[in-house]
């Protein structure tokens, strides 16, 4: 069983939302920084969100947009998608680093397979 698996993802319209669930196998999420990291094709992957003990971030371009949560009962980090645009298709995935501060993108011990998210009317 992979330690992360995304869903949620789908096409959806302009304007319209999605959530995204990050779940976590063999380890609790409580004690790592989870970090959701979008990539669209040709372009290099981006940070969009990361939350941890201490830590709340999201990029520029999703910030207002985008809510990052944690359930612990669920052992599951969401990503809640607002106001969606063209500009945000790309396959998003997330990852989980043991820690309570937010590293980098190369930083990160575990990663999933990624779920696609497609804006468009």
């Known amino acids: 069983q992979e330690p992360l698996a995304e869903s949620g993802g789908g096409l959806v319209q302009p304007g319209g939302s999605l959530k995204l669930s990050c779940a976590a196998s063999?380890?609790?999420?409580?004690?790592?920084?989870i970090g959701w990291f979008r990539q669209a094709p040709g372009k290099e992957r981006e940070g969009v969100s990361c939350?941890?003990?201490?830590?709340?971030t999201y990029a520029d371009s999703v910030k207002g947009r985008f809510t990052i949560s944690r359930d612990s009962a669920k052992n599951t980090v969401y990503l809640q998608m607002n106001s969606l645009k063209p500009e945000d298709t790309a396959l998003y995935s997330c990852?989980?680093?043991?820690?309570?501060?937010?590293?980098?993108?190369?930083?990160?011990?575990?990663w999933g397979q990624g779920t696609q998210v497609t804006v468009s009317s």
């Open positions: 939350i941890s003990s201490s830590t709340l």
């Open positions: 990852a989980a680093q043991f820690g309570t501060s937010c590293p980098s993108v190369m930083g990160y011990d575990y």
């Open positions: 063999g380890f609790s999420l409580d004690y790592y920084a």
